[in-house]
Structures are given as C-alpha cells and as structure tokens.
C-alpha cells in the first residue's frame, strides 16, 4: 500500500480525529487536547503515519484560522467593535508590552542579544486565537468578562503581527537566508515607505468597500438563483479572495478576513455565511492542532528534557503571572481573572509563522528558532490541561469563593418563607409571593446581583445559604417553607442536606433541572421538587395542541393527567433507576400506559367540552393549580 498517497494520508488524519477527539472530550479535556494527542499519536515520534508532510499540512491547516477569524468578526457588528476599543488597545497593548518586555528582560540576563531577546519577547507574547476561542466557546464562557477581555487581547494580538513583520529585518544580526513563509516579504517591499503604505491602506479600503456594496449585491443574485452549493461556493470564494489580497501587500489574512467579518456582521446574508463556512472551518483547525501536534520534535526535547520543560513552565508561569496582574488591574473578578490567565497563557499559532520569518531574516540562529518552536507547541498542548485544572482545582477554592471583603448582611426579619437563590427561577417565586401579601426572607451568593436588585427596590440579603448560622440567622427556626432555587444542583443539594437536619419542621420547595436532579432530591427525603421547564414545556404543549385543532378543553384535561401522572412515574422511577434494565422496561410500559390513559380521557371526554374552557385565565389557574377539580373533570387525584 501507497502510504504516502493523499487517499491513505487522509485516511490516518481523520481517522485519529475521530478516535482521540471524542474521548478526550469524555475525559473534560476538550477537542483542542484531542486534536494535538492525535498528532502525536501519528507523528514521527508516535506510529510514524505522517513524517515531512507534516509542514505541508501546516500550511494548508493554517487556513482554519483565517476561517475563524472570519466568523468572530461575523458575531461583531462595527459598533460594538468601537465600544470595545478601550479594552482592545488598553488591555491588549498592556499585555503586549508588559510580557514582551518581562521575556526580553529575561533574555538579556541569559546573555542573549538584545534583538535576539526583544525578538523572542515580542514573539513569546503571542496567544493562541484557535485554542482561547476554541476552548472559551466550549465551555461557554466567550459572553463573561474573561471571554471578552481574551477576545480584546487576541484580537490587538492579530493586529500587532503586521508591525512585528516590519520590524525584524531591523532586528537582524545576521545575513538573510532567504524569504520566509507565511506572511514574509511581498513584491511589494521593493516599493518606498510611503507608497507601500498607501497599498496597504487601499486594500483595506477595498474590503470595506467590497464588502458593503459589491458582495451583499452578489449574495442577494446568488440567493435568488436558489442553489445552495452555489452559495457555499461564494462564501469560500470571499474567504480566499480576501486572504490572497491581504497576502499580496503583506498584512495578516487573519486579519484581513476579520475585518470582511465585521462588514459583513450587519449583512441579512450573516447567518448564511457562517452556517456554510462553519464545517470547513471546524475541519481546518482540527487538522491545524493535529498538525502541530506532530510537528512537535521529541528527539531534540529528549537530549535535554529538563530545560524544555523549564522553558515551558517559565514561559506558561510568566504569561498567567502578567495576565492574572492585568486583569485585576482591569477590575476583573478574581475567577475570571484565572480564566483569563489560564486560556491565554500558552503561545500562539503565529509564532510557527514569526519563528520562521526571524530564523530567515537573520534575527534568530536556527537552533533558538528550532527550541522556541518545540516549545510553542508543547505550550499549545498543555494549555487545555491547564484550563482543565484551572476549573476543577483552583475555582472551586480561589476563583468562585465569596469576597472576603464583604461579609454577610445581617437579618433582623422573621418570614414564612425563605427563598434561597433570586436569579431568574427565584425572582418569580418571590414576586408572586409579595404580590399575594406573604412575607419572605431572600438569601442571594452574588453580590452583584443583591446590588442590583436592591437599585430596584427589593430587600435581598447577601450570604450563602449553605451556612448554618446564616439559615438561623434568616428565621429558618421559625418560619415555614424553604424555596431552594439555587442554580447549581450541587448546591441545591447541599442546602437542603443542611435543612433537613438542622430544621426538620420546614417543608423544603427545590428547584431541580430535570429528572437525574429530582432523584437525587428525593433520595434526601425533598419530596416537593420543581423541574423548571416542565410547566413550561407541558404549556407549550397543549398550546400548540390547540393550535392544531385539538379543543381547549381536550387539550387542557390532558395536560392535567399528563402532568399527573409524570409526577407519579417520576417517584417511581426514583428507587429503580440504578437498575438499568428494569428502568428502561418500567420506562417503556409507563409510556404506553400513559398514552392509553391519556386516548381513553379524550374519548370519554369529547361529549363533555364546554366552550367556557377557552376562557385563558381559567386555563392558566388549572394548569397551575393541578389538584382543583375542573367543569366536566371526572376525577381529581
């Protein structure tokens, strides 16, 4: 067998995707981790399936990161990116300039040139954008403060590449050995300053212009033509159009396809235009991380094991350092700030790029370049360990723990009712309550949200309701009900653990997210649990039951036995859910059971509709209030 045809090479690149990327995910290790152990796994240091062509992959794979570049800048319209300029050139030149300096600085004291060590500052300051962003977006944190502040960081990153090109041939200690890759020397460099410039700039204006007057016109003709391989196509052909032209004068296409992003963020064809450029960009950056991954040279690392590590822990301790100081110079939160530090603190991508261009234009010798590479990649592979650890070891004990500035309010209030969690499940609760005139002594644990809710005139008090002394404290000896609606499932469990031993009168209301939370709430003896969307689910239901021509009534009557009779199977299934096979054969007899019940109420029922049922606030109380008895209801429970 041909093992170097391209058939056989894709093969082995997809077929170690599809084997590392899913269990690397099952382990919490995420897909980035996956894709580099599957280079590994591969490369010349693993099963030696793919050698030299390895580089040629690169170059190809690096093409995913245009790609991403290009939907980030689709999710930002031009003036939010204004409103963010702050942050960008504030957070993310502070950063540049703190790190490259404190690397430069250490440089200098192991003896390097200073253009040596200004070089590898500058380069070393670099941050991954496929990983951060990658990583960030799949554990959801791109919408917080610290996926803000790292888009604001990369982002300035990306920009700064073009002057980093233009200043390393100033760097040189040594004769050129020829034009690098990537984005190295144009035609254009034979050009004078000023008018090398004026290229630059037009092109950048010939993307704005491009995108807001010539491409939505020819998406608008693609559409009409109905094919949708056409429009996919076009999409690619954008891409690639406006990478070769930010190639030609020297820019980043990273760079260039951000901006066609952003001018294109307000277009009608914007949900279009990611839906066909997601899979390939997926597919690129996974076959970018498995490319790095088996770029990664273990012989060199081998000879001397201790100081590649010492450099990695150096150079990863050093960037989360800087990181973590800016970030609480930004007033971030502490938990973010870790976030923040841990998702940025490994090299980025473009020094693969900045590593080359300084090797050939005589900045680094080859050995430096060939370390500082080696090294890049290990930092790329270790940096989803480092977010994993960071979650599981140091929020849970730095990151998430109350300010110790603040202290717990203190409560003089006595209430039937204590509500323990006021966020958006809990504010319902609370108002209704307050509504109907019954009293009840809110606990919140953020106190950003207790400021918040106390602007808007409602008494909250700050303090975890976990604690012991803060239960007694908000009259848990003397009122009646204890409304658990928490978000965190651990710590819905935990409250009522402590409830139920320490105040065993209070009837304990707790909010579960479906039904694993509910079993686990009634094996601590909590029998009032609240899946919260199941009323609304059930709601939805029987709304568009009626839609399609089912009478209120109908529709109504079943969504009351519905309802019924999950509660009933949900406290069944509860003592046998361990034994999977009896769960699974009770699971499917209930069901049949339930549809049964539910065919027989409406044909027993159809006689007996009364157009009064479709009166809305009738069909509101019932649904709300399942044990009342309704007009033409034969039973109740």
Not at 20 to 27: F, G, Q, Y
Not at 198 to 215: K, M, Q, S, W, Y
Not at 559 to 578: G, N, P
Not at 595 to 620: F, T, V, Y
């Amino acid at each position: 067998m041909d093992t170097s045809g391209f058939f056989f090479q894709a093969f082995v690149y997809l077929g170690a995707a599809v084997v590392s990327v899913p269990l690397a995910r099952r382990l919490g290790l995420g897909s980035v981790l996956g894709y580099l152990l599957a280079g590994v796994a591969i490369g010349p240091f693993g099963l030696h399936l793919v050698g030299q062509e390895g580089q040629d992959v690169m170059h190809f794979a690096e093409f995913g990161v245009v790609m991403m570049l290009f939907l980030v800048g689709l999710e930002l319209e031009p003036s939010l990116l204004w409103r963010m300029r702050g942050p960008v050139v504030g957070l993310g030149g502070a950063q540049l300039a703190v790190t490259s300096g404190a690397v430069a600085a250490l440089g200098l004291a192991f003896g390097l040139p200073w253009q040596q060590a200004v070089a590898l500052g500058l380069v070393l300051a670099m941050s991954s954008t496929a990983i951060a962003l990658q990583t960030l977006t799949e554990k959801g944190l791109m919408k917080g403060d610290a996926g803000q502040k790292s888009f604001a960081v990369l982002l300035f990153q990306d920009i700064a590449v073009i002057p980093m090109l233009a200043l390393f041939p100033l760097l040189a200690t040594a004769a050129p050995r020829g034009a690098a890759g990537g984005h190295g020397p144009s035609a254009l460099d034979s050009l004078p300053g000023w008018a090398h410039g004026g290229v630059v700039l037009g092109a950048v204006a010939a993307v704005v212009i491009a995108g807001r007057f010539l491409v939505r016109p020819a998406m608008r003709a693609i559409a009409r033509s109905g094919m949708r391989e056409m429009f996919t196509a076009a999409a690619l052909l954008l891409v690639i159009a406006v990478t070769l032209l930010m190639t030609a004068v020297g820019l980043s296409p990273a760079l260039g396809t951000f901006l066609a992003g952003v001018v294109l963020a307000t277009s009608e064809y914007r949900h279009e235009l990611e839906s066909d450029i997601e899979p390939f960009k997926g597919l690129l950056l996974g076959l970018f991380f498995i490319a790095v991954g088996a770029s990664i040279d273990f012989g060199l690392m081998g000879k001397a094991p201790g100081t590649f590590l010492s450099l990695l822990a150096g150079v990863m301790t050093l960037k989360a350092v800087v990181l973590l100081g800016l970030a609480r110079a930004f007033r971030a939160r502490t938990d973010q700030g870790l976030v923040f530090a841990a998702a940025l603190c490994q090299v980025g991508e473009f020094a693969f790029v900045l590593f080359s261009f300084a090797e050939q234009s005589g900045v680094l010798p080859p050995e430096l370049a060939g370390t500082m590479v080696a090294v890049t990649a290990l930092s790329m592979a270790a940096s989803p360990v480092v977010l994993a650890l960071n979650e599981r070891l140091l929020l849970p004990r730095v990151g998430t723990r109350p300010s110790p500035a603040r202290d717990a309010d203190t409560m003089h209030e006595e209430a039937p009712v204590i509500i323990a969690g006021y966020g958006r499940f809990g504010q319902i609760a609370g108002r209704f309550l307050r509504a109907n005139g019954i009293g009840a002594t809110v606990l919140d644990v953020d106190s950003d949200q207790v400021d918040v809710l106390r602007r808007f005139g409602q008494k909250v008090y700050y303090g975890d309701a976990c604690r012991l002394d803060l239960l007694r404290a908000a009259g848990a000896a003397k009122a009646k009900v204890l409304v658990v609606a928490v978000d965190e499932p651990e710590k819905v469990l935990e409250i009522a653990r402590t409830a139920k031993k320490h105040f065993p009168h209070l009837r304990i209301v707790a909010r579960a997210r479906g039904r694993t939370e509910a079993y686990e709430l009634f094996d601590h003896g909590v029998l009032d649990v609240y899946r919260e969307t199941f009323d609304t689910s059930l709601r939805l239901g029987m709304d568009v039951a009626s839609m399609l021509g089912l009478h209120p009534h109908r529709a109504l009557r079943a969504a009351r036995t519905f309802r019924r009779q999950d509660e009933a199977v949900l406290r069944e299934m509860a003592s046998i859910r361990h034994d999977q096979e009896q769960f699974v054969r009770t699971a499917r007899e209930r069901i049949r059971a339930l549809e049964e019940i539910l065919k027989a109420d409406a044909d027993g029922g159809r006689a007996s509709e009364d157009h009064a049922w479709d009166s809305e606030p009738l069909r509101q109380a019932v649904l709300a209030h399942p044990q009342a008895r309704a007009p033409g209801d034969g039973g109740g429970q």
